[in-house]
């Protein structure tokens, strides 16, 4: 990805994006692997795109809620365990799960193999709040539940501390 391309800043000529497949910002936490396609600075903050690779048995974070913004996940590949205050769905390849603002939700991969999702954030928002976790991981502190709350907060999110 460019360098502006990395930036917050809305391009001043439109212009098409084009992401190759070895393109593209990589966000690492613990085992989940996310490669930003669309930051939201080729759409005016409008929308933030993400292909997220959990690996087998990978909890997902806290249950929680967005205020400000929607979420989308299509599963490309394997099963994603999606819970929704106290409903699972298991969604297999192929499978569309669309998160409206104040909807409590988490993720998982409770299986044996690798799950691949593209994730959409409308507006991009939430897209930084990855970014902020890579950071604390990177400087040595440990990615514990309140550290991921922290973070949360900063993204008009909270966890949804009423089906903890």
């Known amino acids: 990805m460019t360098e502006e391309a990395k930036t917050s800043e809305p391009q001043t000529d439109p212009a098409v994006s084009v992401v190759g497949p070895g393109d593209g910002e990589t966000i690492v936490l613990g085992t989940t692997r996310m490669r930003v396609l669309e930051d ?8 933030a795109i993400a292909e997220s ?3 087998p048995r990978t909890q997902g974070p806290p249950q929680h809620r967005h205020a400000q913004h929607d979420e989308g996940f299509y599963v490309l590949s ?6 929704v205050g106290d409903e699972d769905h298991d969604a297999t390849t192929g499978t569309l799960v669309i998160v409206p ?3 409590p939700h988490t993720f998982a991969n409770p299986t044996d193999q690798p799950a691949v999702m593209l994730s959409t954030f409308t507006p991009d928002l ?4 990855f970014r ?9 502190r440990p990615l514990t539940r309140q550290a991921n709350i922290d973070a949360m907060s900063r993204y008009a999110t909270e966890p949804a501390t009423d089906l903890a």
């Open 40 to 47: 939201g600075s080729h759409t005016g903050h409008r929308l």
């Open 53 to 55: 690779v959990l690996a």
């Open 78 to 83: 394997g099963t994603v365990r999606f819970t």
């Open 101 to 103: 603002p104040g909807t």
């Open 126 to 129: 939430y897209v930084q709040y």
């Open 132 to 140: 902020d976790l890579q950071e604390a991981l990177t400087g040595g």
